[in-house]
């Protein structure tokens, strides 16, 4: 059981960390296609995107390390 779930929290650590870019760029390709400026709206597309992935990223690191210690 164990070994299980140490596969697939590393699988879920590199989706997290593989997916969530992935989605970051498809917002940004559909705001280029919707034709918004870019250039005015980058910096708010980042800080958003970033506040987001942060707080994602940090759920996922600390479901990965709690249960690392639960299986030792």
Known sequence: MSIIMEIFNKRFLVYSLVFFPAFFGFGLLMNYFSGYDLDKNLSD??????????IV????????QGSKKATK
């Open 45 to 54: 597309v980042f800080t958003r995107t970033r506040i987001i992935f942060s």
């Open 57 to 64: 990223f940090y759920i996922f690191l600390n479901l990965y």
